[in-house]
């Protein structure tokens, strides 16, 4: 089975950085993913990282540690529109098609 | 079109009725996911196709829930004997194949009264 943690909610000012932390525990490990998802619209795809290291895109970077089963998803030069829902999600490689297991979501308000 | 297409977009329900959603996937897509998202929670996996082939339904609540994809493309999950605890949005999702990351349709927001 799996097992994602996420914190709730998390409040920042624009123009500064953010960084969401996930945990998780699982059986077959075969990828993590973040997804942003504003109030109301489909998860968009961010990033995904299967082997340790950072991967950066942008104003968006995501670490990963498998041995820590941790990763983070760093937001740099925040603007007001990233506002969102931020989903930390794991695909099983046991699972039949590597269905992602998600975190409950991190909400990230952004301030002016 | 070019993104994952899920009709309708809104769909209330009193309880007992029986519910259809659609899902139309990116073309050429051989992976199609049903996901369960309740307000203020991540989405919670429902089964998985690989073209019309079910492969996986462990993630359905109970007999009542049932998806078809009978030609490896539209997808529809429908609810029968609909209870409130079905309220909730039903997104879908689609990928090239099991190693591509997937794509979310706008979902279908469920009320069931």
């Known amino acids: 089975g799996q097992n994602i943690d996420q914190p709730t909610e998390m409040t920042a000012t624009e123009g500064a950085i953010v960084q969401i932390n996930c945990t998780y525990q699982t059986s077959g490990f075969n990828g993590l993913f973040w997804y942003q998802q504003h109030a109301g619209e489909a998860p968009t795809f961010l990033s995904y990282n299967v082997l340790d290291g950072l991967e950066e895109k942008g104003r968006f970077s995501s670490f990963l540690s498998r041995s820590k089963g941790y990763s983070y998803l760093l937001l740099k030069e925040l603007q007001m529109k990233d506002s969102a829902s931020y989903l930390c999600?794991?695909?099983?490689?046991?699972?039949?098609?590597?269905?992602?297991?998600f975190g409950g979501g991190t909400r990230v308000l952004v301030k002016p | 079109g070019a993104g994952v297409s899920q009709s309708p977009r809104y769909k209330v329900a009193k309880r007992g009725q029986d519910v259809a959603l659609r899902c139309d996937p990116i073309s050429g897509h051989v992976s199609l996911f049903w996901y369960q998202q309740a307000l203020g929670q991540g989405p919670e996996f429902l089964t998985y196709f690989q073209n019309e082939a079910q492969l996986d339904k462990s993630g359905l609540p109970s007999d009542r829930f049932f998806a078809e994809r009978p030609e490896g493309s539209v997808s529809t999950l429908k609810i029968q004997r609909t209870q409130q605890e079905d309220s909730a949005v039903y997104l879908c999702?689609?990928?090239?194949?099991?190693?591509?990351?997937?794509?979310f349709g706008d979902g279908t927001r469920l009320s069931i009264l």
């Open positions: 999600a794991v695909r099983d490689k046991e699972a039949a098609g590597n269905k992602l297991t």
């Open positions: 999702a689609s990928s090239l194949d099991p190693y591509q990351p997937q794509h």
